[in-house]
């Protein structure tokens, strides 16, 4: 028996317009079958990836996430200028030998990579 990743949520005061900034960056659609204290982002094509969840809480974990998405990107720097212009926000740049990425924050703070695979990186930082 093995498991399989069907969602990744996120917990928030105010999940819908989180769900809709995601939803603009996957290019996937907003579900809202609970009047909006639970959302769905789902894929533009069934079976990219998983759904992400967006759940109304009254207190969110205060910190940094325990969890965060990693993405990628074929043109990793013109991503992130994309996404810093919709609203997120750079956290760091980070490189190890042959990768590259950068820690980027959401609307709501929660972080999340972009990366992509770089063979002149060769220092670790």
Known sequence: MTLSIGMVTVDS????PLA???ARQTGGKVIDEADGWFL????AQE???PVLGFQKVE???PGKNKIHLDASAA???????????DGASLVAEHTIPGYR????A?????QFCVGEPDESATEIS
């Open 106 to 110: 959401d609307p709501q703070g929660n």
């Open 20 to 22: 809709q900034w995601w």
């Open 59 to 61: 207190d969110p974990t």
């Open 75 to 85: 043109d990793r720097t013109a991503e992130v200028a994309r996404l810093l212009a």
């Open 47 to 49: 079976g990219k990836g």
């Open 13 to 16: 005061t105010d999940p819908r």
């Open 40 to 43: 769905e982002v789902v894929p």
């Open 101 to 104: 990425w950068s820690v980027l």
